[in-house]
């Protein structure tokens, strides 16, 4: 199973930029597709954004569409998040996940159920 580890969280102004990375270990990364997911206090954990195991497909969620772009290094076993024009509404802990079948075909879906393997998470909070 993939260890995942987050960073690059931090307090940013709205209109403001940030990119998350989330390192993974243990398995063998070019192999699963992988997703970052956000939970805001009180809200429950949504899809923010997916990639294919090969990065030559992704998907948003339409409220980060235009705005968020992730994109993974296979030979850093590293996936990225880079999240430009933030808004206070993009406040929340977010996730980097590992879908939970190599070559998997349900990733894009954005269900938290098709992932296995989770990190621990970083908070991003975007002031007004």
């Known amino acids: 199973q993939v260890q995942l580890v987050e960073s690059g969280g931090g307090l940013v102004q709205a209109g403001g930029s940030l990119r998350l990375s989330c390192a993974a270990s243990g398995g063998t990364f070019s192999n699963y597709a992988m997703g970052w997911f956000r939970q805001a206090p009180g809200k429950e954990r949504e899809f923010v954004a997916g990639i294919r195991w090969s990065g030559g497909h992704t998907y948003y969620a339409d409220s980060v569409k235009g705005r968020f772009t992730i994109s993974r290094d296979n030979g850093k076993n590293t996936v990225y998040l880079q999240m430009n024009s933030l808004k206070p509404e993009d406040t929340a802990v977010y996730y980097c996940?590992?879908?939970?079948?190599?070559?998997?075909?349900?990733?894009?879906?954005?269900?938290?159920?098709?992932?296995?393997?989770w990190g621990q998470g970083t908070q991003v909070t975007v002031s007004s």
């Open positions: 996940a590992a879908d939970r079948e190599a070559y998997g075909s349900s990733w894009y879906r954005g269900r938290i159920t098709d992932f296995g393997s």
